[in-house]
């Protein structure tokens, strides 16, 4: 099952008051209704359709009529289509469906703003599972105007939603992971949510450690690196020997240098500085290791 199923199925279970479940009603037949001589109503998952059944049911006293097919995608999934022949009219005004826009009462206060988010959710959105690649949310609607509705309610919760045109489509999507944690909750989808923040939490310390490897790994190249430079400018100093060119403490460097091949910079300065007992910082080292290079670089 998919976690938008898993989403669906979770808040289709929720207990709400009337009020809640008129704009939540609204939503869902505005983003998958097709409205004519009825209202028919199609969705792919069967929780969102025995949640549209009750929801008509109980508000409007009318029993819808269930239609069950099997689609004709890859996976053959059963659709479900509920059709409402019954106060067409009545329901459509008082659902406020038959312009872009709904009224202001169907949004009127924080509840009904999340009910209606949820109802738009189980008619049109997907959710990519967090254990996938990419964090994804998104609402395919019909109309630019509509679109621009459902973001605008979104960002008052400051969720960042943003809007792509689709071929003929309009397509709302969230890609922070955070924000889509906030719509879980915001939804009441809870159960939901903490198997995406379990997930979320985990990916991001688990890609913190490898950057933090990276990080290290990087270091670690780069301190091979300066020290065979090192090393290889002695050499090259030693194979005309030129090594007495330098002064002793520079002298002294290049000898620790060779005896200790793999230690980094402030490694070799506080053997150096134990073993002799003169105290030598990593930037006097590099000082010295300077001296080294510009001879080096005259005898190439």
Known sequence: MSFTSIVKNEISKLDTIETENISE???IIRTIGNINNNINITTENASVARRIFNL???????????????????????????EINN?????????????NIPKEYI???????R????????????IND??????HLEFVVDNEEYASFVSSLLNEYNLNSKILKRENKYMIYMKEAEKIGDFLRIMGAI??????EDIRIYRDHKNMTNRLNNCEQANVDKMIETANKQINEINKIISIGGLDL???KTKEAATYRLKYPEVSLTELSEIITLETGSPITKSGLHHRFKKIEELASKIK
């Open 87 to 99: 106060k067409i009219n009545y329901i459509i005004n008082d659902l406020s469906i038959n312009t």
């Open 56 to 82: 008509v049911k109980e508000i409007y006293n009318i029993t819808p009529k269930v239609i069950v097919r099997r689609g004709y995608n890859f996976n053959k999934n059963y659709i479900y289509i509920l």
């Open 115 to 126: 009910a209606y988010l949820r109802g738009v959710f189980l008619g049109s959105a997907s």
């Open 246 to 248: 330098l002064d002793e």
């Open 107 to 113: 949004y009127a206060d924080i509840d009904l703003k």
């Open 191 to 196: 159960n939901s949510l903490f198997y995406y």
């Open 130 to 135: 967090p254990k996938k690649s990419r964090y």
């Open 25 to 27: 009603l609204s939503a």
